[in-house]
């Protein structure tokens, strides 16, 4: 990591911001260039994805950050599920003759969770970058030098030998070993600081002393297990950390205001952290007191009574407004996916009911959120129902196609399309676990099922050869559709056995598409019985 320091006789440095674009339009290549002075500034401020650098591929999130100099070629990519939004800026080194220089920030490695401070700066910069009229005409100017000011304080500020600092390796052993008889002295020996500084350190970030620390894990997770199934105390004592129930139950009073017998029947007020959970309870008739909403579950009658103040939408949110705004609901339990960054956090609010990303079937979360609130019954009810659509759907498929075959389906965005596993949703839990198809065998052998998704340029899918074709969402910028017309007029297209035979479905439906859950499974198995066995648009 450097801000290359200047030497005494060095003259005096400007920073000029030469480009702003928002990574959604992609960060520009170098071209080779190797003359032209600058340096690159790439910052998250929602989504997921990776980004590439030197040869290497780093994951980013929101509140990651990546300086470099001009040269280094950068590529970001984002997450289907939670796409990237931030701004990649470009900025040149001046000295006081106008001459270009090497003296500007640059880090080996991106940083992480960085200070709000810095994403406000940068939502603030870009906003007045962009202001058609700028009544203050040094306020860009003065925005960036401070903008620079706090990055470069960030750089200096992290350690440069570890990705984790000795406090970060100690509350990840903390939560990990949370169940075992923890000490702060076994922590400090490991950490090889003081009993004393460890304290100091500790409180001032995580705001509680390491007792407390250690009891609220340990009272989160007695919290979780009295909601998944776990009911004798002394067993869960021992469970989370404590020899006997007598003394967890004294615990658990102190910290949730109730014993755990009262608390596991209390009725909860829920936060879903994600659309697929958010439409699990409301096909369970359970209105969130948070949760996540596409326009299109808004549309469908299981939204009914919804109100603003259920609305959550986590890819606008900095940190802080996110942690904020999931406190306001004034949760008793928080259900989220494990791969979701922000739970640590939030488990000083309620519970945080982890489920795993992408390795539960959508019939699994269902089932499981389901036994959580005491509504296995309502759950066994609507599978039953869904599964009677499911056997009278293939009776008619029986009838009119016989032998299913290959079926594929593609999310095509702006320079990419995406296929996906049964795993991932989007339609193929539909095809591939409940009316039969198949994946082409090329898919098979590009890890389809390893990787959950296969990634192909856009014209690349005309090389993806199966029986029935469905396509479940189209690119909306002109860059993209261009490249699906010359798709579709390719002669390798043309070629393809389920366009020769009008088995090519165009349905563009992604926010239907986009659910994993059992509210939009039903809706998915509708769209797809209505173009197979009926009218459907052909390509």
């Known amino acids: 990591m450097s801000f290359a320091p200047a030497t005494p006789h060095s003259p005096h440095f400007f920073h000029v911001p030469t480009r702003l674009i928002g990574l959604d339009e992609g960060i520009p290549s ?10 690159r ?9 990776v980004l590439q650098a030197e040869g290497r591929t780093y994951p980013m999130s929101r509140g990651s950050v990546f300086v470099s100099d001009g040269i280094t070629e950068l590529k970001v990519s984002s997450n289907r599920s939670t796409p990237l939004r931030g701004i990649y800026i470009e900025y040149r080194c001046l ?3 106008g001459g270009g220089v090497s003296w500007g920030l640059e880090c080996m490695v991106p940083l992480h969770s960085i200070p709000f401070e810095i994403l406000r700066l940068a939502e603030e910069f870009e906003r007045v970058w962009g202001a058609i009229k700028r009544q203050e005409p040094y306020q860009l100017q ?3 030098i401070r903008l620079l000011q706090e990055l470069h304080a960030e750089i200096a500020f992290r350690p440069s030998s570890s990705p984790l600092s000795w406090l970060e390796h100690a509350l990840q052993y903390i939560e990990e070993n949370y169940h075992k008889e923890v000490t702060r002295e076994q922590i400090t020996s490991m950490a090889g600081i003081s009993p004393e500084h460890f304290s100091r350190m500790f409180r001032k970030h995580t705001g509680r002393t390491f007792n407390e620390y250690l009891t609220l894990l340990r009272i989160r997770k007695a919290q979780e297990r009295l909601l998944t199934g776990s009911q004798d105390l002394n067993a869960l004592a021992q469970e989370v950390g404590y020899k006997e129930g007598l003394y967890l139950s004294r615990k658990f009073k102190e910290s949730v205001g109730m014993s755990p017998t009262a608390y596991k029947r209390k009725p909860k007020r829920i936060t879903a952290l994600n659309l697929n959970h958010t439409a699990s309870l409301l096909a369970l008739d359970v209105v969130p007191e948070l949760g996540v909403y596409t326009p299109w579950l808004q549309q469908t009658p299981y939204s009914k009574g919804l109100s603003a103040d259920h609305l959550f939408d986590p890819y606008i949110l900095t940190s802080d407004h996110y942690y904020d705004a999931v406190a306001s609901s004034h949760p008793d339990l928080i259900i ?27 019939r699994e979360q269902f089932r499981f959120i389901a036994c959580t609130i005491n509504k296995q019954a ?33 999310e095509i965005c702006a320079d990419t399309a995406y296929c996906f596993s049964g795993s991932f949703g989007r339609g193929s839990q539909i095809l591939y676990d409940d009316i039969g198809f198949r994946p082409p065998v090329r898919l098979v052998e590009e890890g389809l099922h390893l990787q959950g998704f296969v ?8 090389f993806y050869d199966a029986d029935h074709i469905f396509i479940t969402s189209l690119p909306d910028h002109p860059y993209g559709q261009k490249r699906v017309d010359a798709l579709f007029g390719s002669q390798a297209w043309r070629e393809l056995e389920a366009v020769r035979t009008n088995r090519v479905y165009v349905l563009d439906q992604p926010e239907l598409f986009f659910g994993y859950d059992p509210i939009s499974s039903q809706a998915q198995l509708h769209e797809m019985m209505q173009v197979l066995t009926g009218h459907h648009k052909f390509a």
């Open 142 to 144: 003065h925005l960036f």
């Open 455 to 462: 990634e192909a340029n856009i014209e690349e899918i005309a």
């Open 378 to 410: 309502a759950a066994e009810e609507w599978l039953s129902r869904y599964d009677e659509l499911v056997d009278c759907s293939n009776v008619e498929l029986n009838r009119v196609l016989g032998e299913r075959g290959t079926a594929v389906v593609w």
């Open 30 to 39: 170098t071209g080779g260039n190797h003359h032209e002075p600058g340096y």
């Open 336 to 362: 989220s996916y494990d791969s979701t960054k922000e739970n640590k956090t939030l488990l000083t609010l309620a519970p945080v009911l982890e489920l795993p990303f992408k390795t539960m079937s959508w």
């Open 95 to 97: 000295n006081i003759d």
């Open 41 to 49: 500034i790439v910052i998250i401020q929602d989504g997921e994805g």
